[in-house]
């Protein structure tokens, strides 16, 4: 699964702006922080190792990433 190998880094976007509180690396694995981010209302920050930060990851982009690219044949 490609979650278990994307890291935030691969899926971010440039934009910094309309961010929430919560802050993740952006060498963290996408499965070890989707839960934290899909329960914000807001984007949320991408930071380097001296928390800087360098963009911004959408909780829909979370979820096209984990569960997109999957058909569904009704």
Known sequence: PREKVL????VMDKSKDNL??????KDEI????A???LTQEKSVAVVDNNNNIIGSINPAKIINTVFGGRKNNN
């Open 20 to 25: 929430g509180d919560l802050k993740v690396l």
């Open 35 to 37: 839960e934290k981010i």
């Open 7 to 10: 890291l935030i880094e691969d």
């Open 30 to 33: 996408i499965e070890n922080v």
